[in-house]
């Protein structure tokens, strides 16, 4: 079995919202290729990562996601019949010497609390973020006409340049049933207008129990944040940037595993974060 690719670039990133929206499912899918059923509300901040292949080769040899994603079982177990293994960054062969070396990036993923009880201790985190996937519910609109706020809140203390997505997740249950039994609240024309005439870069509809759209909105804000760096967009020696360039001997030299996700503060029972 061969390791895990070394990162060039480290990027942190945030995921905000509502509390309940799936934000903690989200970063999960991403980092172990798994649905939680059932998680804990989220008190302060929970962290997970994945490498991620960004630039050419790979931006310009394929547009699926980096692994296909399967229907989720019942269980949430990644056993036969159920979710697959955390996804695998395939091996690109260049078609000549001349093409430049695929370049990796580890997002650092900050997973916040979306409760409003906690809304002054998660701000915080939202310093230094290079990037932020902006969640809400689809089947709730409470939690789309939210996103205003959390976008002004997050513009008002991140920096300047942050690249941000708007995500509606949960898209498994806003798909018409058999029995016409749709619980869609938001369209997606509406969530698609409010992203240009707010300046956000893209909407991604995404479902955490199978994994469609997971992997794509994670890409679109690591794609951006690798343009920036080649334009010259961030200091990569200023931790304030948001996005750290691997040196020789660094983190980055070596192989890097996911990273199961811990909670910066005790847990109190209750819905999915």
Known sequence: MSSAPSWDYIAKLVCIGDSGCGKSSLTIRLCEGRFV??????????????????????????????????????????TSGGLPPPPTIPKITPATESDP???????????????ETYKSVTRSYFRGASGALLVFDLTRKSTFTHVTDWLNDLRQIAEPDIVVVLVGNKADLAESAPDGNNKREVTRAEAEEWARRNGVLEYVETSAK????????????????????QAGKYDLNDRRSGVKGNTAGGAGSGASKPVRLTNAANKSSGGCC
């Not at 994945?50 to 310009?60: A, F, K, L």
């Not at 890409?219 to 760096?229: K, L, P, Q, S, T």
């Open 101 to 115: 070396e695929q370049k990796h990036m580890k997002l650092s993923l900050w997973d916040t609390a979306g409760q």
């Open 37 to 78: 059923t059932h998680h804990d509300v989220t008190i302060g901040v929970e962290f997970g990562s994945r490498i991620v292949p960004v630039g050419p080769p790979y931006s310009t040899s394929s547009n699926s996601p980096i692994r296909p994603s399967t229907p989720s079982a019942e269980n949430g177990n990644a």
């Open 210 to 229: 199978s994994g469609e759209g997971v992997e794509k909105a994670f890409m679109r804000v690591a794609d951006r944040i690798f343009n920036n760096i």
